[in-house]
């Protein structure tokens, strides 16, 4: 697989020789995150009637991230994306987005274009203020019915077992890395690292994240499936858990408002899931992992861009750390308690 070496116009060109595109056909990067190269296709048809244009977006896996520390990953990922997508659109179409075609080949695969005219992505909606605890509602729905229809499936456990890529995408330059700039936690960071990779037990998205989220009405969509891994699903919602509390910090004045996403998050998580005893292990997991990915997003491969007050990274760094050290026995006990903090910490004002 040779897509990541492609300059843009021999990407157009792989574009027009797989039949996907015609010579006219034009290529506008989209914002995105990190991993892969993301275009608008821009182009035109005319089959036997007047000129239509066509719009859709490709997106091609790349091998060397775009962060600051040095960190690969194998381009095959892009493969378990385009699985990801089909196992989930068999029971959530709409929570999909539509593919159209894929390149094993060339790691890329073209997928239907959810315009902003329609669509708005949630974690810009967060950070411009607009908190609306419904939409992380609908996140928990979706991610307790993805795990509830991939526990114990057999084809979903073959078809995902990206163990590797899971490791170079997450364990490691989330919370192997963070273990070892905080030497004193890291066996505690090591241990949980160790126990999250032996740990196969449903479907995990991998990057269960409001950029990777787009509401349209009532249509939530999740894009970005990359990191996808039949493993334990407390990282997925650790994840989403994490970010909502990195919004938290960086806003200060919508402690209500985010305190009750997560709420809703998990309440929606439950019912969904259906299943009473891997809910609450569901939990008493997240209340470990939440406070490492909050240290990783501060000194990990992939820090957080939008918190630049030092004073608020600090004092998400010493929290974390200390309830990395002296975890909450649950997940509402940790939430409580990170709030609480907040909101006495003066940071809020």
Same mark, same amino acid.
């Given at each position: 697989?040779?897509?990541?070496?492609?300059?843009?116009?021999?990407?157009?060109?792989?574009?027009?020789?797989?039949?996907?595109?015609?010579?006219?056909?034009?290529?506008? +990067?989209?914002?995105?995150?990190?991993?892969?190269?993301?275009?608008?296709?821009?182009?035109?048809?005319?089959?036997?009637? +007047?000129? /239509?244009?066509?719009?859709?977006?490709?997106?091609?896996?790349?091998?060397?991230?775009?962060?600051?520390?040095?960190?690969?990953?194998?381009?095959?990922?892009?493969?378990?994306?385009?699985?990801?997508?089909?196992?989930?659109?068999?029971?959530?179409?709409?929570?999909?987005?539509?593919?159209?075609?894929?390149?094993?080949?060339?790691?890329?695969?073209?997928?239907?274009? =959810?315009?902003?005219?329609?669509?708005?992505?949630?974690?810009? &909606?967060?950070?411009?203020?607009? !908190?609306? +605890?419904?939409?992380?509602?609908?996140?928990?729905?979706?991610?307790?019915?993805?795990?509830?229809?991939?526990?114990?499936?057999?084809?979903?456990?073959?078809?995902?077992?990206?163990?590797?890529?899971?490791?170079?995408?997450?364990?490691?330059?989330?919370?192997?890395?963070?273990? /070892?700039?905080?030497?004193?936690?890291? +066996? !505690? !960071?090591?241990?949980?690292?160790?126990? =999250?990779?032996?740990?196969?037990?449903?479907?995990?998205?991998?990057?269960?994240?409001?950029?990777?989220?787009?509401?349209?009405?009532?249509?939530?969509?999740?894009?970005?499936?990359?990191?996808?891994?039949?493993?334990?699903?407390?990282?997925?919602?650790?994840?989403?858990?994490?970010? =909502?509390?990195?919004?938290? =910090?960086?806003?200060?004045?919508?402690?209500?408002?985010?305190?009750?996403?997560?709420?809703?998050?998990?309440?929606?998580?439950?019912?969904?899931?259906?299943?009473?005893?891997?809910?609450?292990?569901?939990?008493?997991?997240?209340?470990?992992?939440?406070?490492?990915?909050? &240290?990783?997003?501060?000194?990990?491969?992939?820090?957080?861009?939008?918190?630049?007050?030092?004073?608020?990274?600090?004092?998400? /760094?010493?929290?974390? /750390?200390?309830?990395?050290?002296?975890?909450?026995?649950?997940?509402?006990?940790?939430?409580?308690?990170?709030?609480?903090?907040?909101?006495?910490?003066?940071?809020?004002?």
């Amino acid at each position: 697989m040779s897509g990541q070496q492609q300059t843009h116009g021999e990407f157009l060109r792989q574009l027009v020789a797989d039949g996907l595109a015609s010579p006219r056909a034009r290529l506008a +990067p989209l914002a995105g995150g990190v991993s892969s190269d993301i275009y608008l296709v821009s182009d035109v048809e005319n089959a036997s009637g +007047p000129t /239509r244009q066509r719009r859709f977006v490709v997106k091609r896996a790349l091998a060397r991230l775009k962060v600051k520390d040095d960190w690969r990953a194998d381009i095959g990922r892009n493969i378990s994306e385009q699985r990801f997508i089909r196992y989930v659109s068999e029971f959530l179409p709409d929570a999909m987005p539509r593919l159209i075609a894929g390149s094993e080949q060339h790691a890329y695969f073209a997928m239907e274009w =959810l315009d902003d005219q329609r669509f708005a992505n949630w974690k810009t &909606l967060l950070l411009h203020g607009q !908190i609306d +605890p419904r939409h992380a509602a609908m996140a928990g729905s979706m991610l307790g019915t993805i795990h509830a229809r991939s526990a114990g499936d057999p084809h979903a456990a073959r078809t995902f077992a990206t163990d590797r890529n899971f490791h170079e995408l997450r364990i490691g330059p989330y919370l192997l890395t963070t273990g /070892r700039r905080h030497q004193d936690i890291q +066996p !505690i !960071i090591d241990a949980e690292a160790r126990r =999250l990779g032996q740990t196969h037990e449903a479907l995990v998205h991998g990057d269960f994240s409001p950029k990777n989220m787009l509401i349209g009405g009532q249509r939530m969509v999740l894009l970005d499936c990359e990191v996808a891994w039949y493993g334990d699903p407390a990282f997925d919602g650790a994840f989403l858990a994490s970010h =909502l509390c990195l919004k938290a =910090l960086y806003h200060g004045r919508f402690l209500g408002e985010l305190r009750q996403s997560i709420d809703r998050f998990m309440s929606s998580y439950a019912t969904s899931r259906a299943d009473e005893a891997a809910t609450r292990q569901f939990q008493h997991r997240l209340a470990r992992l939440v406070p490492m990915l909050l &240290l990783a997003r501060l000194d990990g491969k992939s820090p957080v861009e939008y918190l630049t007050d030092q004073n608020r990274r600090q004092w998400l /760094r010493d929290l974390a /750390r200390e309830l990395i050290a002296r975890p909450a026995g649950a997940f509402d006990d940790f939430v409580q308690r990170y709030f609480a903090c907040l909101s006495d910490s003066g940071l809020c004002r």
